[in-house]
Structure formats: structure tokens, C-alpha cells
């Protein structure tokens, strides 16, 4: 740290620069515009991040994010949802753009990651067994694997069918293919194949 940097500019900076897409010229951009704006703001800030962590839990049910005196969560306990169908997806984002469509009326299951061997991340570290034990319950029939299509997706999808084997539930995969408005020139090899893959009547 340089000597002409006070000391919790530079901490606030590393602070900044350790959480993901924020590279040091952001970090240090954000830090030195809380610096000039009023005080209100910065207080604002350091409050909403306390909050954030004494006023959120985990879903015990789906392991979404709830608020700490709501668990289980407001959609695993809506009775206008369909408790026989559930989406699982990769991380709570995850959750957000999917209620996005207002098309889901099912519930939730968050893994909190995929498994990566290169990143270390195994089976144990995701929310695995817990998925199969709720499969277990009898009353889930249909499981939408909606993970992300890299090969950490993928290899997630493989190891959760082999998990599933032997229930009687129904495993379906978000289709994937061309974006709308995308030309067929630009499209990838992989994007192609499985928008012929996953081609329908019309």
C-alpha cells in the first residue's frame, strides 16, 4: 500500500477488489466516490450490508435466501405453487431470473454451486443429498435441471440423473438453442446442435 494512501481507503479498496467483476481500478473508482459523496450514503451502505447478514437465512427447504423470521421461504410455503414440481437451479440468482418469466409456478432447489474438480467443488459441497432426500418424500414427480449449459452444468446433470435413478420421478432439461433475434452464421456449433436437437412442431 502506497504511503500516500491512508490506510482505510486502501482496506475499503482491498475490500472492494475481493468480490467478483471488481477489478482494482473499480474498487479504487467506488471507494474514492463514497469519499465525495455525503455521508449519508456511505452510512447507508455499511447499513444495508449489516443487514444482509443478520436479516437473511437459508431456506431450510430449498436453500434460497429468506428473510430470518420467514423459513421456510415464501415460495416453498405458497399453496398456489405447485409442490410437485421443482426447478433446480445453480445459485439464488438463479431463482430471480427464472420468477422473472412469471412463467414457473413449481418450487425451488438451490445447489450453491456445480461441481468443478478443478475448482475443488464436489458433490459434498453442493446441496446434493439434500435434493434427494426431498425426491425421497414422494411428492416431488417432475425435477427441472436448470443448470447453467458449461461443462460444470453438465457434468451437475449427469452426476444428479445418476442420484435419481430408481425414483419415480420425471427429469427434464431447460431447452437450449438459438436466442431470438440471433442469425444462424453467428451461431456456435454446440448452440446449433441443440437448437436441432431440441426442434418442435410448428
Known sequence: MSAAMPRPVGRLIEAFARLPGIGPKTASRLTYYLLRAPEGESKELAEALGEMRTGTDMCTICFNITITDVNPCAVCTDENRNPTMVCVVEEPLDVLAIERTGLFKGRYHVLHGAISPVEGIGPEDLRIAELVTRVAQGEIEEIILATNPT????????YLKRQLEGHPVRLTRLARGLPSGGDL???DVTTLSQALEGRREV
Open 151 to 158: 461443462l460444470e452444468g453438465e457434468a451437475t446433470v449427469m
Open 185 to 187: 452464421e453467428y451461431a
